[in-house]
């Protein structure tokens, strides 16, 4: 059987905790959602939490609440997934990319501060694979320049930066519970702040702009989380330290065993809790295997794999001219090489074990042309 790169973890305390929901009749938006907002706020150390139906209509409604709109750039990290950038533009907004650092895969300070013009109002962050970006830099850019600051903590549920947790970090934080994040329910989002105006504003644009029931005073959508969802959340909320506990984990002893297999693994920013939404390893050049090799081998080895990402924001055909006239080598060089090895809390002793055997391996395929 494969050891599959991700899995979702969900038991019989979720499934019951749903049952209670359906019995009850309360299945939209109601107190089981208001109980999750508040707990995963206290979770995170923010003031406001505000629940929503995926991770892009968190970002979509965190811009909106910061009153990003046409005319307005906003600068956000090439090498993430999709929606960081299409959340911006579904604002009418234009996203403008900024590189990479070569080590953590993070949006690169350096490079934010060079995409800064006359337009930008904001700068989105992503803790890739669960590692907090450099928020202190980036925050002193935000504040010489007035741009409100936003982290994408889809992959980060409980990293923390310098002993804060994502979600309390910036102006407003940006969550998914996809079924593979490091807590789920289902699929969902959640909008943090400390800012209780722009919580005000995100609850109102996830509710077809209704300051009361009927009363509408702003386009909105309709991005409200239900009671079935949250449901489920609460109990992953309480699931969630063991989770990241074990993904650190198996990720440390990936660390040990593959040191010597050739491979460059994650790299840890000090002062930050890495969570491992995802562990990412780099072929560095004169790899023995190409990439698409390397994963053929190991999936005939009943490994699973991923490319998380492979192409780069500023290459996706949607931006066209826009995206190509931006410059991010790291970006394009990591989309060519990287590859995510199954960490999820539910790869066994046995199973880790068996992937760094079975990744040690392939070093000595490189004079067996069947793996070229």
């Known amino acids: 059987m494969m050891i599959p790169v991700a899995r979702p973890m969900v038991g019989e305390e979720e499934i019951a905790a749903v049952a209670e929901v359906m019995r009850s009749g309360m299945l939209a938006r109601g107190s089981v959602v208001a ?12 003031a406001h939490a505000v629940g929503v139906n995926s991770g892009t209509a968190a970002l979509h409604a965190g811009l909106l609440a910061a009153g990003i ?34 080590r953590t895969f993070n949006i690169d300070p350096a490079s934010v501060e060079a995409c800064i013009r006359p337009d930008t109002r904001a700068v989105i962050g992503v803790h890739l694979f669960g590692q907090p970006f450099e928020i202190d830099t980036i925050r002193a850019l935000c504040d010489d320049y007035g741009l409100i600051l936003i982290e994408d903590a889809a992959q980060a549920h409980g990293a923390e930066y310098h002993g ?59 991005y409200r989380m239900t009671n079935i969802a949250a449901a489920i959340g609460m109990v992953q909320l309480e699931r969630l330290e063991g989770f990241n506990e074990r993904r650190i984990e198996n990720a440390h002893y990936f660390d040990r065993h593959l040191a010597g297999a050739g491979l460059v693994t994650p790299f840890v920013a000090p002062g930050v809790r890495h969570v491992y939404h995802q562990y990412v390893v780099k072929l560095p050049p004169g790899y023995p295997l190409s990439r698409e090799a390397f994963m053929n081998a190991l999936a ?33 060089d990591l989309a060519a090489s990287v590859v995510s090895l199954p960490v999820h809390p539910s790869v066994t002793d046995e199973e880790r074990a068996y992937i760094c055997d079975a990744v040690s391996e392939l070093q000595a395929l490189q004079s067996d042309r069947w793996y070229k």
């Open 35 to 46: 109980d999750f907002e508040s707990r995963f706020a206290d979770y995170c150390g923010s």
């Open 69 to 102: 709109g046409h005319g307005d750039s906003v600068i956000v990290p090439a090498f993430t997934f999709f929606a960081t950038a299409s959340s911006v533009s579904l604002c009418g907004a234009t996203p403008v990319f900024a590189d990479v650092d070569q």
């Open 164 to 222: 804060r947790r994502t979600g309390s970090l910036a102006d407003i934080g940006c969550f998914s519970f996809y079924p593979t994040k490091n807590m789920t329910t289902g699929e969902g989002g959640m909008v943090t702040t400390d800012d209780e105006r722009l919580a005000e504003r995100a609850r109102l644009f996830i509710d077809h702009g209704q300051s009361q029931k009927y009363l509408h005073t702003v386009i909105g959508y309709n």
């Open 300 to 332: 005939e080895r009943r490994v699973g794999t991923a490319v998380h990402y492979p192409i780069p924001l500023h290459r996706q055909p949607v931006y066209g001219s826009a995206g190509e006239t931006a410059s991010c080598p790291v970006s394009d």
